[in-house]
């Protein structure tokens, strides 16, 4: 029978440090370069004949996406992300007070000691690359933003010479081009996927969601596990309910958690926006919610939580939005309801 080995692995954008632990043995600790060849050597000091390796390491973006594909495609490795404030809390708990990278290798390695292991699930290709897409279009669409505060501010000074304006006005006709560019070929990864074109043919459909919007939202939920139910994926977006209360005195006001993905929750701002004006169903739902004493900010977070738990349902049973089904109208509740419902997709 396999023995279970641990490891922690520090990622930094030009090194790794890694901690192993063989069961009955000693620990030891090795650096390696990020880089193929670092990958390569990394995968063999961990594996030992009879053993499997369970590596810890946490979710680090790009510096460290190719070492976790090339550990996830090793028999005798198996491979857990952790969230990053999942690890910080830990070591909160394990009342380490300064941070450095021998420090979190050790905080790591108690992780995977301690806290249960859920293995990594490893996204398709495409998803990773309409992932990737996703995120240079969110990165391009801040950019444009901000020149285009400039170019207002430096419209209204006199000071400015003339020369500062049009290069800001080249500068956001370069990167309209941009996110047309990588929009075309963001749509393009997804027609080439069937899975991922049927859900984008159905995000389309939903009030609110346009084309961009529909991309940047696949992208964050193409990353998920598969397994997940829509509960999760509310966690996942950080849209859960936290309550924050003690005794009979403190009762703090209940706030999202924000523990969750942001970049996932900003995709479904303006859609939300868009359907509590023009989608029936949903501003119905924001409006009752206001009615009751909830703010507006608040009752547009409910509605972007309502729409996750739509997607959730177009996906699972890959049918288009239907506003009926997520929210019923008071004349629509006596009707008979089809097999789609809030209550069966939560």
């Not at 009030?207 to 397994?227: E, H, R």
Request: proline fraction near 6%.
């Amino acid at each position: 029978m396999n023995k279970h080995d641990l490891c922690g692995i520090e990622v930094s954008a030009a090194h790794l440090l890694a901690g192993l632990e063989r069961e009955g043995g000693s620990g030891t600790r090795r650096e390696f370069p990020n880089t193929p060849q670092g990958h390569q050597a990394l995968v063999n000091w961990l594996l030992a004949p009879g053993r499997t390796v369970r590596v810890v390491m946490e979710a680090t973006g790009l510096y460290g996406l190719d070492l976790a594909l090339r550990l996830d495609a090793e028999t005798g490795i198996e491979l857990m992300i952790a969230n990053p404030r999942a690890v910080r809390h830990f070591a909160h708990a394990l009342m380490k007070r300064s941070k450095n990278d021998p420090i979190d290798v050790g905080v790591l390695l108690e992780f995977a000691r301690r806290m249960p292991f859920r293995p990594w699930v490893r996204p398709s290709p495409a998803a990773l690359a309409l992932h990737a897409l996703a995120h240079r279009l969110e990165s391009l669409t801040e950019m444009r933003a901000a020149e285009k505060n400039r170019l207002h501010a430096a419209k209204l000074s006199l000071a400015l010479p003339a020369a500062v304006v049009r290069d800001l006005q080249r500068s956001l006709r370069s990167l309209e081009r941009a996110l047309v560019r990588i929009t075309r070929q963001a749509v393009e990864v997804i027609r080439q996927d069937p899975g991922l074109n049927l859900r984008y043919q159905l995000l389309l459909s939903a009030c609110g969601i346009a084309p961009t919007s529909a991309v940047q939202i696949l992208a964050q939920l193409a990353m998920l596990a598969p397994d997940l139910d829509v509960r999760q994926w509310v966690a996942q977006a950080g849209l859960d309910p936290r309550q924050y209360s003690s005794g009979s005195s403190v009762h703090k006001k209940t706030r999202i958690s924000k523990t969750g993905n942001r970049h996932l929750r900003r995709a479904l701002y303006m859609p939300a926006l868009v359907a509590i004006r023009h989608e029936p169903h949903l501003r119905a739902f924001y409006q009752r919610l206001v009615a009751r004493g909830k703010t507006k900010m608040q009752a547009l977070v409910a509605v972007m939580r309502k729409l996750l738990h739509g997607i959730f349902g177009m996906f699972k049973h890959q049918q288009p939005f239907d506003g009926s089904r997520l929210c019923p109208l008071p004349d629509e509740i006596s009707r008979p309801q089809p097999s789609f419902s809030t209550t069966e997709a939560a």
